[in-house]
């Protein structure tokens, strides 16, 4: 059974950081891109970014590009987002999720496995 558990999430004021973490764990495919995806209240899930298993290949909204930076160690089997100049907009809750090898990384229907989430608020 897969497992993919964020962390990291907290509340921080406007133009403030946060790194959010992901772990997964569990028999999920040998080789799999990863990304992240929030939900704010009232509104639909959204895509923030995403990264190839080599990492080679990053992708982002628009919303958030320039603020947000996405990673990932595979020797820890962890995908990170680095998030700076976080603004009221931002605050969400973040799920990160994985998908098959070679999956369409800005598709959320191309992920097979998902996060509970984690809490992310901006105040101002």
């Known amino acids: 059974q897969v497992q993919l558990v964020e962390s990291g999430g907290g509340l921080v004021q406007a133009g403030g950081s946060l790194t959010l973490s992901c772990a997964v764990s569990g028999r999920t495919f040998s080789r799999y891109g990863m990304g992240w995806f929030r939900q704010a209240p009232g509104k639909e899930r959204e895509f923030v970014a995403a990264?190839?298993?080599?990492?080679?290949?990053?992708y982002y909204a628009e919303s958030v590009k320039g603020r947000f930076t996405i990673s990932r160690d595979n020797a820890k089997n962890t995908v990170y987002v680095q998030m700076n100049s976080l603004k009221a907009e931002d605050t969400a809750v973040y799920h990160c999720?994985?998908?098959?090898?070679?999956?369409?990384?800005?598709?959320?229907?191309?992920?097979?496995?998902w996060g509970q989430g984690t809490q992310v608020t901006v105040s101002s």
């Open positions: 999720a994985v998908s098959e090898y070679g999956g369409r990384l800005l598709d959320a229907s191309s992920y097979a496995y």
């Open positions: 990264i190839s298993w080599s990492g080679g290949s990053t």
